[in-house]
């Protein structure tokens, strides 16, 4: 079983920054990847970022050259960092662990800007 816990979201003003941590727990060896995902009110939950095992990043084209997912192995934990952030980056952002035996969600973390 793998655990996954989001923190640091927050309210902030457009052009602004937040960093989001996820930290992981339990079995976290058998986690091949993490992906921050998010979820604003009456959409679909889309994919934002992930990083994989072996360290190879993906962004979705809306916040590629402005959020940044990094990982500390030593921590267990990944970390997106957004910046320029706009009023449209609003949502619920939730962190997803990719393990050999199943998926893993968090329970989320509101982020919200204002304009």
């Known amino acids: 079983q793998v655990q996954v816990v989001e923190s640091g979201g927050g309210l902030v003003q457009a052009g602004g920054s937040l960093r989001l941590s996820c930290a992981a727990s339990g079995s976290t060896f058998s986690i091949n990847a993490i992906g921050w995902y998010r979820q604003a009110l009456g959409k679909q939950r889309e994919l934002v970022a992930s990083?994989?095992?072996?360290?190879?990043?993906n962004y979705a084209d809306s916040v590629y050259g402005r959020f940044t997912i990094s990982r500390d192995n030593a921590k267990n934990t990944v970390y997106l960092q957004m910046n320029s952030l706009k009023p449209e980056d609003t949502a619920v952002y939730y962190c997803?662990?990719?393990?050999?035996?199943?998926?893993?969600w968090g329970q989320g973390t509101q982020v919200t800007v204002s304009s």
């Open positions: 997803k662990a990719w393990g050999l035996r199943g998926d893993y």
């Open positions: 990083i994989n095992r072996a360290g190879s990043t």
